[in-house]
């Protein structure tokens, strides 16, 4: 069965820090990826996403970039974080031939 | 672009109550169209989906149909318990690249 993995689980960074975020899926090939932000009490905004490696697709232009390095592992950066990039960051997968995305458990990052 | 609507929230319900939250959605296409719910400091789990007109979803005794003539896809379900109490996510995959488009989300309370 597929699974997908998000770390760390929380972190607390200062303004003006470095950011990287890790997700990684097991027990399939060639997922699309996703990263979703989710600010404290609102919905879900799509922030990138990628359908294959070295293949990254902006949704908001911002402060944050992502990566797919490998197959299944997709990473999301920033070289300076901001206060407003405080918030619930998701991952999820699917595959080419359905339309249901997987979520991972989350990140929370708090930015002082 | 695609767009969600969902019933604003929070809902506050007793336990054995009937539930409705309604969401109606604006897409290109043909869309599929889910509910997935987000239990406190978690990711979003995936409650049930619909592909075509007509279909319903269900499970865990939720259930929506997608209703293709009024745009929407209402969640419902005839007794809530106090573990349903959760935030609810309407949602719409449509395009291209299938990317989903969350509604804002409904906050429900259940109390014993």
């Known amino acids: 069965s597929q699974t997908i993995h998000q770390w760390p689980a929380t972190l607390v960074q200062p303004v003006g820090s470095p950011l990287s975020l890790e997700c990684t899926v097991e027990?399939?090939?060639?997922?699309?990826l996703y990263w979703y932000r989710q600010a404290a009490g609102r919905g879900l905004q799509l922030l990138f996403y990628?359908?294959?490696?070295?293949?990254i697709s902006s949704e908001v232009p911002q402060n944050l970039s992502a990566s797919r390095p490998q197959d299944r592992q997709f990473i999301l950066s920033s070289k300076k974080l901001l206060l407003s990039d405080s918030g619930f960051y998701l991952c999820?997968?699917?595959?080419?031939?359905?339309?249901?995305?997987?979520f991972g458990p989350g990140t929370r990052l708090t930015v002082l | 672009g695609d767009s969600v609507t969902q019933m604003e929230g929070p809902v506050t319900l007793s336990e054995e109550a009937f539930l409705t939250i309604n969401c109606t959605y604006t897409a290109t296409g043909y869309p599929s169209l889910f509910w997935y719910v987000q239990y406190p400091g978690e990711g979003l789990q995936l409650l049930l989906k619909?592909?075509?007109?007509?279909d319903k979803g269900s499970n865990k005794g939720f259930e929506a149909t997608y209703r293709k003539e009024t745009t929407s896809f209402h969640l419902e379900k005839g007794s809530v318990q106090v573990s349903d109490s959760a935030v609810y996510f309407c949602?719409?995959?449509?395009?291209?690249?299938?990317?989903?488009?969350f509604g804002s989300g409904t906050q429900l309370t259940v109390l014993p």
């Open positions: 027990g399939t090939s060639n997922p699309n």
């Open positions: 619909a592909t075509k007109a007509d």
């Open positions: 999820a997968w699917n595959s080419g031939s359905t339309d249901t995305q997987y």
């Open positions: 949602a719409c995959a449509s395009g291209s690249a299938r990317q989903l488009t």
């Open positions: 990628s359908v294959g490696i070295g293949q």
